[in-house]
């Protein structure tokens, strides 16, 4: 039998979510049940900051995504758990991009990585989706030469 062509948005309209995982290499996978929510855009004011500091095309589908949206999780699987993956709502980039600072909360998440010399260079980034409850997450550079999206900040460390 084949299946149908399934695309991103079919993840916020499955009836069921479920994820297997393996807990132990010698045992079977676990169904476990989760929710993935995606929440439509309302925040017009942050969307067009966005759009006025994504000036580079290279940046348009994730402009294009941010007019439709405003965020999601997959993943969520409990109340008292974070999501596996919650790209950030317009109005938390700020909050969660402070806690990359020097000194901050997440900022060995730079200090330590093998990637420290690009997120400390000065050139404009923002984390946009993070990993569980952080501090790994998937950012957006705003630079004309390092503009792109999806590059991964984690707690991997240089040594």
């Keep these: 039998m084949i299946?149908?062509?399934?695309?991103?948005?079919?993840?916020?309209t499955a009836e069921k979510a479920?994820?297997?995982t393996r807990f132990y290499p010698?045992?079977?996978?676990?169904?476990?049940?989760i929710?993935?929510?995606i929440f439509k855009q309302t925040n017009l004011k942050g969307l067009q900051a966005l759009k006025?500091?994504?000036?580079?095309?290279?940046?348009?589908d994730f402009v294009k995504f941010y007019t439709q949206y405003d965020g999601f999780y997959l993943g969520k699987y409990s109340d008292e758990e974070p999501s596996l993956l919650t790209q950030l709502p317009i109005a938390e980039f700020d909050f969660f991009a402070k806690k990359y600072a020097p000194n901050a909360e997440w900022s060995f998440a730079i200090d330590y990585s093998k990637a420290k010399t690009l997120y400390r260079s000065g050139q404009a980034w923002l984390p946009f989706a993070i990993v569980e409850a952080g501090p790994s997450c998937l950012t957006v550079f705003f630079?004309?030469?390092t503009c792109?999206?999806?590059i991964s900040l984690g707690t991997y460390t240089s040594f």
């Design 148 to 150: 792109r999206t999806n």
């Design 35 to 37: 929710e993935n929510k």
């Design 18 to 20: 479920v994820l297997s």
């Design 3 to 12: 299946k149908p062509k399934r695309n991103f948005l079919d993840l916020f």
């Design 143 to 145: 630079g004309r030469r």
């Design 26 to 33: 010698d045992e079977p996978p676990v169904e476990v049940a």
């Design 52 to 60: 006025e500091q994504c000036k580079n095309e290279r940046l348009n």
